[in-house]
């Protein structure tokens, strides 16, 4: 049976080979499995061969054609490159702008705790965003576990001292922990995906076919990637279908009860 390395240099010997002829642009991924396995081997391990292959290989491309080699850097390592010059306070800083983003004021008033803390004990409808910083090392809140205090603390005081009146007015956002890694990743991929659009360097050094590769990879981390990340840590995922059902559930006559508004998404609105 064949090693990972072995089953890497048999991989890529048959990319090379298969991209020495201009005739032949790529090895679809069923021919180059089948070129490569031998008796005994896994084909599982054959996979993650390849997979460390394109994350490993500067000039080895693989898209609809197949595999192959050329002379132009790839691009999955050159975003690699690229966030490396990201540091995690950068990407930590343009999360909470996305986040900050993500809500404007309609049927509830929007506040963002790390912009400002105090939640006014009133009539109005709040959606109170906290942040990941809210939560120390775990970034988050467990489901499974008791409540924190952060979030206790602001659902029962008001701002100025005593309880709150108004707790059915309230609905707090919190992250949920775990997630913090990944969110973060996908916000160095997109800050170095933005960082290589703009390098008149990376420009003259791609072709045509890669330059557009780069603008749509870009494009998609903003409008897809990223945000849903984000909405989901913070369970907003979907927050903005359901608030459009609060006019329909914040009868002004109930405005003094105290009893949470189920808007059927993972929120917080009565503590136990």
Known sequence: MSTGR???????TTVYLYSLTRDVPGVPAAE???AVLGPGDDANWLQKALDGLEG???????DVRGYRFSTEASLVKLIQEAETEISVSKARARATKILSEQFKDGVLKVRRAWEDSKVPDNADAWLVI???DDFGD???VDPH???PSRVRQLWEKAPIGGLREYRNRLVSLAPTAGTHGAMVRAVRTLLALELLSASEAILT???TEKWAELKDKAKGARRRGTSQRLARQVSLAKAKEKLATLDHT???SSRDQTGPTDLGIPIITNPR
Request: some cysteine.
């Open 6 to 12: 072995q089953l890497a240099r048999r991989l890529a």
């Open 32 to 34: 180059l499995y089948g």
């Open 56 to 62: 490993c290989c500067w000039y080895l491309h693989a």
């Open 130 to 132: 906290l942040h990941w």
């Open 138 to 140: 775990v970034r988050g």
């Open 145 to 147: 576990a008791p409540l």
């Open 205 to 207: 050094a791609l072709s």
């Open 250 to 252: 914040l009868d002004r």
